[in-house]
């Protein structure tokens, strides 16, 4: 059981194709597009939105994202509108559409409850906010690659560091940083990646590493070690896409 989510748009075509791009990293999720009027036209519809609740309403909650100021007013009517016993466990996200909505498909796949899916989509506004105050791009690390698991590295606190170069083509974009941010979700350890939360699919695509820049793990906890080990392997095949 998973929190479903609902996209609302003034366009249709912009709801059906976030719909299908958040769905690539959460298939096991709930995510329906509400986009644009009744009869096709640029607006909202309040039918739509409603629909969409319902159908995405699997019993873990649903979290709706919004594009315009309209789109918040009418998904505001639409939460006015459902009774005592569900509007609990349906809430509005304030947090950028398309970064809002992959967030929020990460979490939802990953198990989170709804509160912890409003919080993911909620905080990539704060992590666009921060993306120029500090570079935390891979390159800037003099980390030497670790060129097979045995040269993982364990300080005297127990925390786990390795480092590797990226040889998939396309480098930490959407779909592997949504896998590595899954996997990692599962694990009981603090981990970071070149300096971000390795749980966080946003934080992981601020970096923007490129193909041959430098990936740096470090976690702490009791599976701290299989953390380093998993990403370690996922680089070393280039994420499945060589």
Known sequence: MRVGLVIVSHSDKVAEGLTE?????APDVAIIAAGGTDDGGIG??????QSGIAQAQGGAGVAILADLGSAVMTAEMALEFLDPDQSESV???DAPLVEGAVAAAVAAQTGQDLAA???DAEAVAATMGSKGAEPASGPETTAEPADTLDDIDQDDDG???ASWQLINPMGLHARPAAAVAQAMADLDADITIN?????SVMMLMTLGLKAGDTLTVSAHGPDAARAVEMLGLEVRNG????
């Open 21 to 25: 791009l958040a769905g690539q990293m």
């Open 117 to 119: 899916v409003v919080r």
């Open 91 to 93: 809430r509005l996200a």
């Open 44 to 49: 909202t519809s309040l039918e739509k939105i």
């Open 239 to 242: 994420f499945g896409e060589i």
């Open 159 to 161: 925390v786990h560091e």
């Open 195 to 199: 300096g971000v939360d390795g749980k």
